[in-house]
């Protein structure tokens, strides 16, 4: 049973282009979580997604920012016209329906580098 | 509100020897505190939890933490590191156990000597 799959693992941009990360969740799970990782800080939670639902994006920056979950295949967080601060490491995480910690499984995440 | 930090962004150990990462906490009410691992191309993989019950909490590969409210700390111990061990470690607290509501530490990254 493969764990939860991020992709790709590391990603380069230049300021202004767009960025899109994927994640797969493990098998059976309905529920995605994106957190970010700014240089020198903690995870932050960004978005909670249900498929084809943004249950919680209370944590995504206003603008640029965008996700989605749809009916098949991968979640993706999408960033347009990406900045310097961007560059960050980006995970994701499922579980099976419950929303609590100890049904979560990361993945290995994305790291993001801005040109 | 609720904060952590992880007092020592990198630790290294000889292998055989003892591990100690500190990590503290600021809470309003009594939170739920856990160590996160990821080692690396591997995805972050509970360690140990505490939610209120025995203050010393057992964890896999030997690793445990003690719940101090006094000092409000959450220190992750090993008696014997072995080289597999190197990774990265992450506190966390929360106070209702939603994944929305994880506060994460900044990290550990731990190195393990031959």
């Known amino acids: 049973n493969a764990g939860v799959m991020q992709n790709p693992r590391h990603l380069v941009r230049r300021r202004g282009q767009e960025a899109r990360l994927r994640c797969s969740p493990m098998?059976?799970?309905?529920?995605v979580y994106w957190y970010r990782q700014l240089p020198e800080e903690g995870l932050k939670f960004m978005v909670y997604?249900?498929?084809?639902?943004?249950?919680?994006e209370s944590g995504m920056p206003k603008e640029r920012f965008s996700a989605e979950f749809p009916k098949e295949g991968p979640s993706i967080l999408r960033i347009q016209q990406v900045v310097r601060g961007d560059s960050a490491a980006y995970f994701c995480?499922?579980?099976?329906?419950?929303?609590?910690?100890?049904?979560?499984?990361f993945g290995s995440g994305t790291q993001l580098s801005v040109l | 509100a609720q904060s952590v930090t992880q007092l020592d962004s990198h630790v290294s150990v000889s292998e055989g020897t003892p591990v100690l990462l500190r990590c503290n906490y600021s809470?309003?009410?009594?939170?739920?505190l856990f160590w996160y691992v990821q080692h690396p191309n591997k995805g972050l993989q509970l360690l140990l939890k505490y939610t209120s019950a025995a203050t010393l909490v057992k964890g896999i590969n030997g690793f445990e933490a003690e719940f101090k409210k006094s000092e409000t700390s959450f220190h992750l111990t090993k008696p014997s590191a072995h080289m597999s061990d190197a990774a990265e470690y992450f506190c966390?607290?929360?106070?209702?156990?939603?994944?929305?509501?994880?506060?994460f530490g900044s990290g550990t990254q731990l190195t393990v000597l031959p």
């Open positions: 997604l249900q498929k084809e639902n943004i249950i919680d």
């Open positions: 966390v607290v929360t106070l209702s156990g939603s994944a929305r509501q994880l506060t």
């Open positions: 995480a499922s579980s099976p329906g419950q929303e609590i910690y100890e049904k979560l499984f």
């Open positions: 809470s309003s009410y009594s939170p739920s």
């Open positions: 098998k059976g799970h309905s529920h």
